[in-house]
């Protein structure tokens, strides 16, 4: 049996044919490349099947969220006010508040472990806009945003809190935390890339979370504080929030306070995003 090694002569190529290459590529043009809603999009419906396939992710935004309201309000309630019912009207926006902004922490946390596994690198090299993968798992995290605050109004309303604002008043009230907590992640962004560990990142945001959660008007009302404190509590962006959401969900509103949680949402994008991309481009 004779071969190329000893007749000398190079071994033949084969060149599929057109017909054989149609039959194994796509029909049709090469689709376009998706814009950079499309992608983000793409990269937050990533998101959702995480939750899909690991359904106690959503332990956080469910069970911690009852928790929190039942706790407070039976605790503080009697002390603070006549009843627990009474403490509620002004207690549910503001625990709304602490409990889905302490969530915004696993934002970071999910992205430092995505980095750790390897994914992101992966993702990196995808013909995508640039910023879609951190877009995309924060747009993911909105619906544990909205889910976190239902399910704490349900509680609520089942506990006797009444909203005056109605309907409109309970929705505009949830779009300002959505927004706000939107932006907030961002901060969490960061640091779940600069941080080397999940551990890490949930240390340093229990370290920032604490104090602008509970030295705020969540709990209290801040004129019962001492004024270096009510110094910090009145530019909290967590009290501006909260005074927002207080204020929209009783059928009033506080157009100063709405402008500064606008503004500390804005600033959020603005310095962290940056930071973020510039980090994210650079790791």
Known sequence: MTNATTTGRAPSVYVPSAEALSTVLAPGARPPRPNALTA???????????????????????????????????????????SPRDYLQFFLPGIMVTSVVMITMYTGVGLNTDIEKGVFDRFRTLS???PAPLVGMIFGDVLRYVLAAVVILGVGLALGFRPAGGLPGVLAGIGLLVIFSFAFSWVWTFFGLVLRSEKSVMGVSM???????????????????????????????????????????????DASAMMWTLLWSAGFVVVFGTLTMYRYNRR
């Open 207 to 253: 370290m920032v979370l604490f104090p602008l959660t509970f030295l705020s008007n969540v709990f209290v009302d801040p004129s019962t504080m001492p004024g270096w404190l009510q110094a910090f509590v009145n530019v909290n962006p967590i009290s501006q929030l909260v005074a927002s959401v207080r204020a929209v969900m009783s059928g009033g509103s």
């Open 128 to 130: 995508v806009w640039r």
């Open 40 to 82: 983000s999009l793409t990269f937050g419906w990533r998101a959702l099947l995480k939750i899909k396939h690991v359904p106690e992710q959503l332990f956080d935004v469910t069970a911690f969220p009852i928790i929190m309201v039942l706790m407070f309000t039976y605790l503080f309630g009697g002390a603070l006010a006549d």
